[in-house]
């Protein structure tokens, strides 16, 4: 069945320092590909998605790319912040059940001002 | 942005003992809502699909007289887990839909610890 895999945390970093979560996936058809960030005693918010492949999400500075050829959508941001601190899930579906959503184990990341 | 809530947000209760969990969508009508449970250090697993006035639909693997669901207004949905043992304990999260829209809005979760 599909699944999910992204790198485990907790990933740790300074202000400023660039960010890269792994995130591979496994899926039987062509699937729509998602980042969620889920803030500290909040619900998880959706970050950014993408739906067919070389597209590309973005939103606060986060970027993910669907790459078909390596089952990937890793996240990327160029300079953290404190306030990106936060766990954030990969996680996808597939068109036939979109409401549907596989998620990945998450991974926790930590901004050190 | 559309909000859900969860009450409680955290509940430790006796084996044996039945608890329940409230999902609410504050601001806008749910036509249907999740229950997801995640275990630590793993992915969020759905549980089963409510939709308002119907009964919920169970994923392969979850008990439905074990997980009770009610979605009986548009705005509400509980998850009763009836008779709970420790191997209950977890992080029970819940989302919403509203109608003809895809994205679907979360709450912040329900730990559970049965002891």
């Known amino acids: 069945g599909d699944s999910v895999t992204q790198m485990e945390g907790p990933v740790t970093l300074s202000e400023e320092a660039f960010l890269t979560i792994n995130c591979t996936y496994t899926?039987?058809?062509?699937?729509?590909l998602f980042w969620y960030v889920q803030y500290p005693g909040e619900g998880l918010q959706l970050l950014l998605k993408?739906?067919?492949?070389?597209d590309k999400g973005s939103n606060k500075g986060f970027e993910a790319t669907y790459r078909k050829e390596t089952t990937s959508f890793h996240l990327e941001k160029g300079s953290v912040q404190v306030s990106d601190s936060a766990v954030y899930f990969c996680?996808?579906?597939?068109?036939?059940?979109?409401?549907?959503?596989?998620f990945g184990s998450g991974t926790r990341l930590s901004i050190r001002p | 942005g559309a909000v859900v809530s969860q009450h409680p947000s955290w509940v430790i209760c006796k084996s044996g003992t039945s608890v329940k969990i409230e999902c609410r969508s504050l601001d806008f009508q749910a036509t249907t809502m999740f229950w997801y449970r995640q275990f630590p250090k793993q992915s969020l697993m759905l549980m089963a699909t409510s939709n308002e006035g119907s009964k919920a639909t169970y994923e392969q693997g979850v008990e439905k007289d074990k997980f009770l669901i009610n979605h009986a207004s548009l705005t509400l949905s509980t998850l009763t887990v009836t008779s709970a043992h420790p191997e209950d304990s977890s992080f029970y999260i819940c989302?919403?839909?509203?109608?003809?829209?895809?994205?679907?809005?979360f709450g912040p979760g329900t730990r559970l610890l049965v002891l």
């Open positions: 993408a739906t067919k492949a070389d």
């Open positions: 899926a039987t058809g062509y699937p729509s």
């Open positions: 989302s919403a839909i509203a109608g003809g829209v895809e994205t679907q809005y």
């Open positions: 996680a996808l579906s597939e068109p036939s059940s979109a409401s549907k959503i596989i």
